[in-house]
């Protein structure tokens, strides 16, 4: 804990953001106990790893070894019962919000969840740990949305995940 760079201060800095990503390095300093000086150098870290973004906590589910995955489905009818359901999923699987366990707790964690025109009606991005944990959420879904499907539900891995600016440059080359 007396680590100021290590990983249990950059977890209270990641705490006190996710309860309020706008907090100034002064206010967060004083609610764990370090200097606002060592504070702004663990954010200026956590952002340049990529874990926050614009002060808004964005978590990299890949770092973290989750596996991610889209879940493709098709539905027959969609009525106010079907989005009822859906509802109570997506309550049953909330991300986490700052007051519950860290990620790492978490067997899946939904992500997002789109309404889609095309190929798929609804997608919804995951990530999950084990293999065993995500086939057991699929069973679960297929069961509380029978009569509802209209196919069975496909799977997308992501593999991985770039930014507008890794896509737009993608041969950056950086300097140590």
């Keep these: 804990m007396n680590n100021i760079w290590g990983s249990s201060y950059k977890e209270l800095v990641l705490k006190e953001l996710r309860n309020n990503c706008r907090r100034s390095d002064r206010d967060i300093s004083k609610a764990i106990k370090a200097h606002p000086s060592t504070v702004g150098r663990i954010r200026n870290t956590l952002e340049e790893e990529g874990k926050i973004f614009g002060y808004t906590v964005c978590r990299d589910y890949l770092k973290a070894n989750y596996n991610m995955m889209l879940i493709c489905l098709n539905t027959s009818t969609v009525d106010d019962a079907f989005y009822h359901k859906i509802r109570d999923i997506l309550e049953e ?79 950056k080359v950086t300097t140590r």
């Excluded at 992500?111 to 991005?125: A, N, Q, R, S």
């Excluded at 297929?142 to 196919?151: F, I, M, N, T």
């Design 93 to 171: 699987n909330e991300p986490d919000n700052g007051e519950r366990e860290p990620d790492n707790t978490k067997e899946i964690i939904l992500i997002d969840f789109y309404e889609c025109v095309g190929k798929y009606d609804f997608m919804l991005t995951v990530a999950s740990k084990e293999a065993l944990s995500l086939k057991r959420f699929i069973n679960d879904m297929k069961r509380q949305l029978d009569g509802w499907l209209e196919a069975d539900i496909e799977l997308i891995n992501i593999a991985s995940i770039f930014k507008k600016n890794e896509i737009l440059n993608p041969y």
